[in-house]
């Protein structure tokens, strides 16, 4: 098996120049160049990917981390991300925070010490952002605010805020309630948050009554939103508009369906994000989609210009939600 070494002697080169054609790093003229790649051919030689990343200090990895790999969104967002860092010649390393709080920690000093190459992040912190801004390596947030530094992908959560809102008034609901996540003492601002804003003030302005629900998230556990969506009609048995998330969302239909409310007729429900998972729910659920397969990708290609040293002039990436409308929500 050929080495770097024999590629060298055959096209009667320096090592280091070799190592810049691999890398495509530093400059090598075009006959040089052309030479070298000759000899690689001639001699069928395939670089050992472990070394030359340990030459030029890189490991290949990017770490994606979220709260619960196996919540949808997450999921979703983690199996898109991961083929576009193949693509892309990166490893994903995939990190849950949700259950070992001291793990974020640990990332961030597995960074430092060039073990991986850079971080989408897309947990809710419990560090102080700071240790983030001051770290000055290759970070990106998903949906999360880590500072004026670091850049971030998210949706336009104000217009799918109000896109919610005006689906269920365009629906005739007076009485309405939301599923807002509760805020941790140490969680991170997010994006998010403001889709709950504006839907009530959206609501409000209409003279139409909105209650505010608060509820763990993310979590899978499924038994939780069976036993919240059961507390909302026992609590609330006039509501007849309800927006959550999609497992939140199921839920709620489901609980319906036990309880003999018609939906739409009884019960309208829009839901938020949109993964696959409401597929499988029937009646169709009305959505208000994030892109989550975009997301990843602006993610990974802005995580992956950083580790390249690349300079991000636009540090706040805003894609755009999408109504889809099902047969929880009344038809035109």
């Known amino acids: 098996m050929a080495t770097i070494q024999d590629v060298a002697k055959h096209a009667q080169v320096g090592v280091g120049t070799v190592s810049r054609v691999l890398s495509g790093k530093g400059y090598v003229k075009e006959e040089t160049r052309q030479r070298v790649q000759a000899s ?29 790999v196996a919540h949808p969104f997450f999921a979703q967002f983690v199996n898109a991300a991961e083929m576009v860092l193949c693509e892309q010649g990166y490893q994903t390393m995939i990190c849950n925070t949700y259950y070992e709080q001291n793990y974020e920690q640990r990332y961030l000093e597995m960074l430092k010490q060039r073990r991986m190459d850079g971080i989408i992040f897309g947990a809710h912190t419990v560090l102080d952002i700071s240790q983030y801004e001051n770290i000055h390596l290759p970070i990106v947030a998903l949906d999360r605010d880590l500072g004026e530094n670091i850049p971030c992908v998210s949706v336009n959560h104000k217009t799918g805020g109000k896109m919610a809102a ?18 941790e003492e140490k969680e ?35 038994s939780y ?17 309800v927006f959550a998330t999609d497992l939140m969302a199921m839920a709620v239909l489901q609980a319906a369906q036990l309880h003999r409310k018609r939906v739409p ?10 993964t696959y998972l409401i597929e499988l729910a029937y009646p169709r659920i009305t959505a208000i989609i994030q892109p989550i397969d975009r997301l990843a990708k602006e993610a990974v290609h802005l995580v992956v210009d950083l580790i390249h040293g690349k300079s991000i002039q636009n540090k706040k990436i805003e894609l755009q939600t999408v109504l889809r409308p099902g047969d929880t929500t009344m038809g035109d």
Request: a negative charge.
């Open 265 to 274: 007729e009884d019960l309208k429900l829009i839901t938020y994000d949109g």
């Open 225 to 241: 939103y069976r036993k919240v969506s059961a507390k909302l009609l026992e609590d609330y048995p006039d509501v007849d508009g």
């Open 188 to 222: 991170v601002s997010t994006p998010s948050n403001v889709r709950h804003d504006v839907f009530e003030e959206t609501m409000k302005q209409q003279g139409i009554r909105c209650q505010s629900l608060h509820v763990k998230w993310p979590t899978p556990d499924t």
């Open 40 to 68: 690689i051919e001639t001699l069928n030689y395939t670089p050992n990917e472990m070394a030359r990343n340990l030459f030029f200090r890189k490991s290949g990895i990017v770490a994606v981390i979220v709260p619960d």
């Open 166 to 183: 005006e689906e269920l008034i365009r629906s005739g609901c007076r009485n309405v309630v939301q599923f807002v996540g509760i805020k």
